[in-house]
T-cell receptor, first 115, second 114 residues
Framework: AQKITQTQPGMFVQEKEAVTLDCTYD???????LFWYKQPSSGEMIFLIY??????QNATEGRYSLNFQKARKSANLVISASQLGDSAMYFC????????????FGKGTKLSVKP | NAGVTQTPKFRILKIGQSMTLQCAQD?????MYWYRQDPGMGLKLIYY???????DKGEVPNGYNVSRSTTEDFPLRLELAAPSQTSVYFC?????????????FGQGTRLTVV
């Protein structure tokens, strides 16, 4: 079954430190895409970063990087130099090659950044 | 540039009532989606559309209907509202089926059925 698992319901990190949010996925497809979204308390969904299954390099976008380990089927999000504004829910999601572009979401991780 | 606009932002319905959640995008995207987000859960796909006149069911379509008469609009209809439909509803769009960009999401509609 196609599935995204986020095992950390909540995480705390000290401001200015780095934090890793875990994501594992399950699919038998060879071609897929992995996404991370941020959902602040205001509720909107903000796209952060994308990794394609055939991309050889880990994706990076500013302070966000995606630690992609294909053999382990993991796609962890690393946030460097955490800021108070990073406090939010973070969702990992997968898009399959044969889909119509829709996403399969994990349950999310609530990140709290402490000053 | 409005992006994806959802209305209303909040709504309280009584059991058995009906309503339509509106979604409009101004980016000329062919692909549009409706998701629901239950407390403590990720988003689940209700319906999607790959272009005007073409819609299909997602993972949780029961109790909902959609239409896509234009590229811009993708309304979601709730008939005979039930407490189980209390949720936050998100509309999203993207220009193509694949690609490295994320989908564009609306602000969400928080629906409570009492």
């Amino acid at each position: 079954a196609q599935k995204i698992t986020q095992t950390q319901p909540g995480m705390f990190v000290q401001e200015k430190e780095a934090v890793t949010l875990d994501c594992t996925y399950d699919t038998s497809d060879q071609s897929y895409g992995l996404f991370w979204y941020k959902q602040p308390s205001s509720g909107e969904m903000i796209f952060l970063i994308y990794q394609g299954s055939y991309d050889e390099q880990n994706a990076t976008e500013g302070r966000y990087s995606l630690n992609f380990q294909k053999a382990r089927k993991s796609a962890n999000l690393v946030i460097s130099a955490s800021q108070l504004g990073d406090s939010a829910m973070y969702f990992c999601a997968m898009r399959l090659e044969g889909s119509q572009g829709n996403l399969i979401f994990g349950k999310g991780t609530k990140l709290s950044v402490k000053p | 540039n409005a992006g994806v606009t959802q209305t209303p932002k909040f709504r309280i319905l009584k059991i058995g009532q009906s309503m339509t959640l509106q979604c409009a995008q101004d980016m000329n995207h062919n692909y549009m989606y409706w998701y629901r987000q239950d407390p403590g859960m990720g988003l689940k796909l209700i319906y999607y559309s790959v272009g005007a006149g073409i819609t299909d069911k997602g993972e949780v379509p029961n109790g909902y209907n959609v239409s896509r008469s234009t590229t811009e609009d993708f309304p979601l209809r709730l008939e005979l509202a039930a407490p189980s439909q209390t949720s936050v509803y998100f509309c999203a769009s993207r220009p193509s089926r694949q690609g490295s960009g994320g989908a564009f999401f609306g602000q969400g509609t928080r629906l409570t059925v009492v």
